[in-house]
């Protein structure tokens, strides 16, 4: 698991294509790896990759087809800046959001504007996930926990401010941009609760050999999961 705070901007040293899918190894800067094991999970632009090879600089991963197909991870080459953190500990300080490492989909910055000291930037999420997103939650773009301004369809509005831009990749982005997004993991559980509860009736149908139903919302529901008082 990671916070969506980084710790250090990398740069991709390699990016060598085997068998259908790729290995890579980055230079991780400034980033602490006195305590990084083989086997360990580092998260580049968001993707919780694991540590195969560490030759004390940086270290190298395999990104298989299913991460690469999943991601943006497939446009970075050689000289990229990639975000990077390391897994946290059970006493690590929980600065952003629960991040899991798993890309939901890729989106893609459709504008960049300049406000007051801050920059604005619209991000166009994949139409899948769309739902997932909104005005004041959690979002973890290229592995940063941001805080999404406003929504519009698959739309959504990022302010960004200078030390956020200046600690990470953010700085880089243009429009057009593709970018790696993980919705909030609650908004997702949330989800399948909702789709995996059942009413008796639906549980008799499915004795029957019949398919349930799905679960509703209701005000119900809500306050019996504590979510209204």
Request: with cysteine.
């Amino acid at each position: 698991m990671f916070t969506g705070i980084i710790q250090a901007v990398g740069q991709v040293r390699r990016f060598e294509r085997r068998g259908g899918d790729v290995r890579l190894e980055v230079a991780t800067g400034k980033l602490d790896l006195a305590d990084v094991q083989l086997g360990d999970s580092i998260a580049t632009n968001g993707v919780c990759l694991t540590a195969v090879v560490l030759p004390g600089d940086g270290f190298v991963a395999d990104v298989s087809l299913e991460t690469l197909e999943r991601s943006a991870l497939k446009t970075l080459g050689p000289g990229t800046s990639v975000n990077l953190e390391k897994a946290m500990m059970p006493t690590s300080r929980l600065g952003g959001h629960i991040v899991s490492g798993h890309v939901d989909g890729v989106g893609t910055v459709r504008m960049i504007e300049q406000s007051a000291r801050s920059w604005r930037y619209r991000v166009e999420a994949p139409a899948a996930i769309a739902h997932y997103i909104a005005e004041k939650g959690s979002i973890t773009v290229d592995g940063v926990s941001l805080t999404v301004n406003a929504v519009e369809g698959a739309w959504f509005d990022l302010n960004i401010v200078p030390h956020t831009a200046q600690e990470t990749t953010i700085r880089n982005w243009q429009p057009g941009t593709l970018v790696n997004l993980e919705v909030d993991i609650i908004a997702r559980y949330l989800e399948r609760l909702l789709q995996g509860r059942q009413t008796p009736a639906d549980a008799q149908g499915l004795a029957g050999g019949q398919e349930g139903k799905a679960g509703h919302l209701t005000e119900a529901f809500l306050a019996e999961h504590g979510f209204m008082r």
